[in-house]
């Protein structure tokens, strides 16, 4: 009975001595990272690239995600405020949960998702092909051509995503509530705007500013990381995935905390 005690508590040490480990790791490749964007920044056609591939392709899935839980939202709360005779508070609850937390937690979701997953499948098969070593021994900083210009794009396209995400869910839910459930919509908008400003906007694309740093930085730390083989990419892929939206959703809390 000891020895299994011992080993559990042994097991449990590993682990968080691992975790410690891997927070530090990716701690230093984000100050690396800060300061190889600062100094000697990547060329412009990488960075636009990259903003191709994380921006724009996201659009379609992110407005999608966006649409419909505005749409749902709308549905839902209908059913709970109408037993009150409240149905124009409607467009307070859908305009207040886009800005504040749906629009940019969601967003960071789904460019974890899309986003991170390819940024640690590209950056592992890089390192178990060995094309990182490559650019070691050829005097290249790897995070400099790699992992810079990833970042610079989440950080700068995530919260644009985050923008629309909460303008077509916000339609969405006017559309659902005003044309499916009868709404009066000059009471619609109305309600919204008085108690929806331009702090819950700001706080909003604050948070999914904080998400694309952990998305971008999670995804490429994971892929630099990542064990030999095929299964070892794999592992970093969903590993990426996994602790990126945990972090997403333990970053909204915390987050919710100081903004508010």
């Not at 659009?59 to 505005?70: E, I, K, W, Y």
């Not at 995804?219 to 892929?237: H, I, N, Q, R």
Request: one cysteine or more.
């Amino acid at each position: 009975m000891k020895s299994l005690f011992s080993e559990l508590i042994s097991a449990l040490g590993g682990r968080i001595l691992g975790i410690i480990k891997q927070l530090g790791e990716a701690v230093l490749m984000f100050v690396e990272t800060i300061w190889c964007m600062f100094t000697t920044p990547p060329r412009r056609e990488i960075i636009i690239s990259q903003m191709r591939e994380i921006g724009i392709k996201s659009l379609p899935v992110v407005l999608l995600t966006g649409v419909f839980t505005g749409m749902v939202l709308a549905v839902q709360s209908y059913y709970q405020l109408h037993k009150i005779s409240m149905d124009t508070s409607i467009g307070i609850l859908v305009g207040l949960s886009m800005t504040n937390e749906l629009g940019p937690v969601l967003t960071g979701l789904m460019v974890a998702g899309r986003v991170g997953a390819s940024m640690a499948a590209e950056l592992g098969t890089m390192k178990v092909t060995e094309q990182i070593d490559a650019l070691r021994s050829l005097a290249s900083n790897p995070i400099k051509y790699l992992v810079v210009p990833r970042f610079l794009a989440c950080v700068l396209l995530v919260p644009v995503l985050t923008v629309y995400s909460i303008f077509v869910g916000i339609v969405g839910g006017y559309l659902i509530g005003v044309k499916l459930m009868g709404i009066n919509g000059t009471f619609f908008m109305k309600n919204m705007l008085d108690y929806t400003n331009n702090f819950d906007l700001a706080n909003g694309i604050i948070k999914s500013f904080f998400f694309a740093i952990i998305v971008a930085l999670t995804g490429c730390y994971k892929g630099f990381s990542a064990d030999e083989g095929a299964e070892g990419v794999g592992k970093a892929t969903t590993q990426a995935v996994v602790v990126a939206c945990i972090s997403i959703l333990i970053s909204d809390f915390f987050l919710s905390i100081i903004l508010f």
